[in-house]
């Protein structure tokens, strides 16, 4: 069978398929690409894109060696702007005549600026949901869940794969800030959902970004289902908000790849402790046994894969959740009409 032969430019030695650098003269084979791309992310930076500075910045380190100091260096610099975009955020800045507009305007026209871009925020959130469904893989498996899953009726069905839902689009809506590829979410009926990434958080704190959007969007959807079912009196309403509920405390499991556990990184010791402390008293208050799978599982890991420092973020997040998923499951179970 033909095939290509790729040699390197400086030295013409053969090269294999998904080398990085050439081995006689350690040449990178991708110097053009990277180039461009470093070009790309400097230009997104000045002009304040910082999601797309990362995105430009992560290609450009899944085409480098590792352990190679251009590696290292794209590293620093991919967690650099991965900080500053949870600082400053993704705001263009204002360019040209609207710069001095905004200037001479001072702080009013700066909020409405600011604003301007929340809004915009919240609209592309709105389009996420919606554009995801655009993915066949999705819509196949999101159907193949729908017709095997019947045994609370197909309004319950649809009321929990929505959540799952959109607790997965609440980790792609992380990912693509954060500037990592990712595929749309796949079901796997009777399960739950995934998200497969392409490339991975540079550290600790970035994962536990991206592990936490999915109950945080998760919980979103669950206190929603709640609503709706107190004001319309429904009780497959209420019972998608417990379970969806119920689900997200699940997913806070500090274990394997479930979300809690990448979120359980990112915290010291005594965060830790904590949020197992909050998570042992809402079990106590709400009678949902997840919380106490969540204590149980993160007292085992107490002292593992502790960080530098502890993130307060991923902190004052996860504990928030835990009492949030808890109380949306307890309210929905109480308002829920007998029988």
Known sequence: MNHVVSRCAACGVELAPGMLACPACRKLVHGARLAALAADGEAAEREGRITDALTHWREALGLLPPGSTQHRVVGETIRRLSLALEQVGNTPKP???RAKTVAGLGAVALVAWNLKYFLLSLLGKAKLLVSGLASLPTLLSMFAWLALDRSRGLTFALGLVASIYVHEMGHVSALRLYGIQATAPMFVPGLGALVRMKQ????????ARVGLAG????????AIALAAG??????TMLAVASVGATLNVFNLVPV??????RGFRALDTRQRGIVLTIAALAALLSGDVMGWI????????LKQDLPAEGDSRAF???????????AIAWAAGKAAPPG
């Open 256 to 261: 394997w790849q479930l979300d809690g556990a």
């Open 230 to 235: 107190l004001v319309l009196k429904d009780r």
């Open 294 to 301: 969540v204590c149980a599982a993160g007292s085992l890991r």
């Open 200 to 207: 991975y958080p540079i550290d600790a704190r970035e994962d």
């Open 316 to 326: 004052r997040t996860f504990a928030g959740l835990v009492v949030a998923l808890s």
């Open 95 to 97: 360019q040209g005549g």
């Open 215 to 222: 109950p945080v969007w998760g919980c979103a959807a669950a």
